[in-house]
């Protein structure tokens, strides 16, 4: 099969369109004829050399995939052979064929292309798990998403809206603030030109926020604790702007707040396994409500790899950058 490796830690250029065999399925998984792939930051940083790949994973960058279950044991599990899946995977996206774990397989939305379901697993899992699971976003609490243009900010501004709640964006251009309004932000606040903490503050009364979803990190937590509402809880989930950080502990012993983050790729299969049933459960039927879409930013054939991820690295994209496989 063709597929994109990484022949080295580097730039974009070090990945390289290569002939590697199908995969060999384990216990549990299904071989997926893949028809799209979608790129995420993860697979920038794995290709830098700065994200080591879980073992027993492909070193085949591709962290999400859409296509046709081919082969692999499907008993009882409601799937069949020739039907369109899109997956969360460990490995091997960036490939005609790659293996998934039957459990973290979920079903082509309704009205959806597989380009576009390719767009899904890595945001929607990273979303629901954090902003609904860890932070535990209720019924009547906001949230601040920093890095709205980004595929987990359209991802987590669109659910967070569906679901009834008032949600903020941060972004690094005027466009960008227009585009995550669009998409269901009450307010895009440019942090080059704004105080997001004055705006927030502003915005709802001087409460703050209750639940932020941060990639960011670094200097920014201090002004998050800032502006989060008393019992608020600040999780993140990259590190772009470092990993240190100097924050006021007497606002999160006395305002009750929470502080916490995660990262999904080493977790094991049977935790992806239950997001995938919360979201078919909760997220999937929104689709074909029309009351949230995939954000596709652009696509690149497979042969083209590299320029996608100068693209990602470029942060000019909103919402999601997809590799096509298969034509059609």
Same mark, same amino acid.
């Given at each position: 099969?063709?597929? =994109?490796?990484?022949?080295?830690? &580097?730039?974009?250029?070090?990945?390289?369109?290569?002939?590697?065999?199908?995969?060999?399925?384990?216990?549990?998984?299904?071989?997926?004829?893949?028809?799209?792939?979608?790129?995420?930051?993860?697979?920038?940083?794995?290709?830098?050399?700065?994200?080591?790949?879980?073992? *027993? /994973?492909?070193?085949?960058?591709?962290?999400?995939?859409?296509? $046709? =279950?081919?082969? *692999?044991?499907? #008993?009882?599990?409601?799937?069949?052979?020739?039907?369109?899946?899109?997956?969360?995977?460990?490995?091997?996206?960036?490939? $005609?064929?790659?293996?998934?774990?039957? *459990?973290?397989?979920?079903?082509?939305?309704?009205?959806?292309?597989?380009?576009?379901?390719?767009? !899904?697993?890595?945001?929607?899992?990273?979303?629901?798990?954090?902003? %609904?699971?860890?932070?535990?976003?209720?019924?009547?609490?906001? !949230?601040?998403?920093? &890095?709205?243009?980004?595929?987990?900010?359209?991802?987590?501004?669109?659910?967070?809206?569906?679901?009834?709640?008032?949600?903020?964006?941060?972004?690094?251009?005027?466009?960008?603030?227009?585009?995550?309004?669009?998409?269901?932000?009450?307010?895009?606040?440019?942090?080059?030109?704004?105080? %997001?903490? #004055?705006?927030?503050?502003?915005?709802?009364?001087?409460?703050?926020?209750?639940? =932020?979803?941060?990639?960011?990190?670094?200097?920014?937590?201090?002004?998050?604790?800032?502006?989060?509402?008393?019992?608020?809880? !600040?999780?993140?989930?990259? !590190?772009?702007?470092?990993?240190?950080?100097?924050?006021?502990?007497?606002?999160?012993?006395?305002?009750?707040?929470?502080?916490? &983050?995660?990262?999904?790729?080493?977790?094991?299969?049977?935790?992806? /396994?239950?997001?995938?049933?919360?979201?078919?459960?909760?997220?999937?039927?929104?689709? /074909?409500?029309?009351?949230?879409?995939?954000?596709?930013?652009?696509?690149?054939?497979?042969?083209?790899?590299?320029?996608?991820? /100068?693209?990602?690295?470029?942060?000019?994209?909103?919402?999601?950058?997809?590799?096509?496989?298969?034509?059609?």
């Amino acid at each position: 099969m063709r597929a =994109i490796e990484i022949t080295q830690p &580097g730039k974009p250029e070090v990945l390289q369109l290569c002939e590697r065999p199908t995969p060999v399925l384990k216990a549990g998984e299904v071989l997926i004829k893949v028809h799209a792939a979608g790129i995420n930051r993860p697979d920038v940083l794995q290709r830098m050399g700065k994200y080591p790949v879980p073992p *027993g /994973a492909s070193d085949l960058p591709g962290l999400e995939v859409a296509g $046709e =279950i081919v082969d *692999g044991d499907l #008993a009882d599990s409601g799937f069949k052979k020739g039907d369109l899946v899109c997956a969360l995977v460990q490995g091997g996206g960036y490939a $005609e064929y790659c293996a998934a774990p039957l *459990g973290q397989c979920l079903p082509v939305p309704e009205g959806l292309s597989a380009l576009e379901a390719a767009t !899904l697993p890595e945001t929607y899992f990273t979303v629901w798990s954090n902003v %609904f699971d860890r932070a535990r976003l209720s019924e009547g609490e906001s !949230l601040l998403v920093q &890095g709205g243009s980004s595929g987990i900010g359209v991802t987590a501004i669109q659910l967070a809206k569906a679901l009834g709640h008032r949600v903020f964006a941060t972004a690094g251009t005027d466009d960008k603030c227009r585009a995550v309004e669009a998409l269901g932000a009450e307010r895009g606040i440019n942090y080059r030109d704004e105080d %997001f903490v #004055a705006v927030i503050k502003e915005l709802t009364g001087g409460k703050g926020v209750d639940v =932020i979803l941060d990639m960011v990190a670094g200097e920014y937590v201090a002004r998050e604790i800032d502006c989060l509402a008393d019992d608020g809880r !600040l999780v993140v989930i990259a !590190l772009l702007g470092g990993a240190r950080a100097n924050i006021d502990m007497g606002q999160v012993l006395r305002r009750r707040l929470h502080v916490t &983050g995660s990262t999904l790729r080493p977790r094991p299969e049977s935790f992806k /396994a239950a997001i995938a049933n919360q979201l078919r459960e909760h997220a999937w039927p929104l689709f /074909a409500q029309g009351k949230i879409k995939p954000v596709v930013h652009q696509v690149f054939p497979l042969a083209q790899a590299a320029e996608a991820h /100068a693209l990602m690295e470029s942060s000019t994209h909103v919402g999601k950058i997809v590799l096509q496989v298969q034509e059609g």
